[in-house]
């Protein structure tokens, strides 16, 4: 297996031992390395890298998550987590805009994947969006204007918030909104922080269309700040996990597509 190949299945592992102890919320070692099909040097080596960047806590002899309070992180770390799962939900995202539309394109590691996913034959295309990051990817596409909000700089996530940011995002009508989030439930799509919040609701007062694209650890999740209903959100496209999806959030929205 060549390195990008080993890499790629140690950040898939790791997913996997997060999405675990989510559902779980703590697990010893032992069982871990059953489920996963490792041993359990292996399982010590993967929780002590995602305990430095505080994902987790450890135990006596397992993990548990971090103390509530602390659960946004960085996007460097986040890009890092469920990376082949965010690029397939990125391509099948990226296939929903046609020639001429005006979309908003929100930050975060999954939304990032839908920039790279553009295709270099989209035509008269605007994008929209209060992620630096997310700019520099679109810089790549002769034919897709790039509106960046302005605002203040939050560096976790390379965001622009208020001020500013809302006095742009009111100018702008989008045929439909990529919209990222820390969790999607019955309830609706929530965020860890406040600021983002704010931002992400004026995306979705701008938008004819709400496109929620998130991996399956954030399904059944409720975050800290409210950002939409369950009824304002057109389509989620989300990944296979090892949980089923939530019912509650099947009879909430009218189209959820698993990639």
Not at 20 to 48: I, N
Not at 129 to 136: H, K, P, S
Not at 202 to 228: C, F, I, P, T
């Amino acid at each position: 297996m060549s390195n990008t190949g080993r890499v790629e299945l140690i950040h898939a592992r790791r997913g996997e031992i997060l999405t675990l102890v989510r559902h779980h919320g703590e697990l010893p070692v032992v069982e871990l390395s059953k489920l996963l099909g490792v041993s359990e040097v292996t399982v010590r080596s993967d929780l002590a890298a995602l305990a430095q960047t505080g994902q987790v806590r450890r135990t006596r002899g397992g993990v548990r998550l971090p103390t509530p309070g602390h659960g946004e992180s960085p996007l460097e770390q986040t890009q890092h987590t469920h990376t082949a799962a965010k690029r397939r939900i990125g391509r099948e995202a990226a296939g929903l805009i046609q020639h001429g539309e005006t979309v908003i394109l929100d930050v975060g590691s999954t939304t990032t994947e839908v920039a790279r996913a553009l295709p270099l034959t989209l035509r008269n295309v605007t994008v929209v969006t209060n992620g630096l990051n997310i700019a520099l990817e679109l810089e790549r596409l002769p034919n897709v204007r790039v509106i960046v909000t302005g605002g203040t700089l939050r560096p976790l996530q390379h965001s622009l918030v208020s001020p500013y940011a809302l006095d742009v995002l009111r100018q702008v009508n989008a045929d439909r909104l990529f919209l990222g989030c820390n969790g999607i439930s019955a309830q609706g799509v929530t965020n860890a922080n406040h600021e983002e919040a704010e931002i992400k609701r004026a995306m979705v007062a701008q938008s004819r269309e709400v496109v929620v694209v998130a991996d399956h650890s954030k399904l059944g999740h409720v975050s800290r700040a409210h950002v939409a209903d369950a009824s304002q959100v057109a389509i989620l496209i989300t990944s296979r996990g090892g949980a089923p999806l939530p019912i509650t959030l099947s009879d909430a929205l009218p189209d959820i597509r698993i990639v």
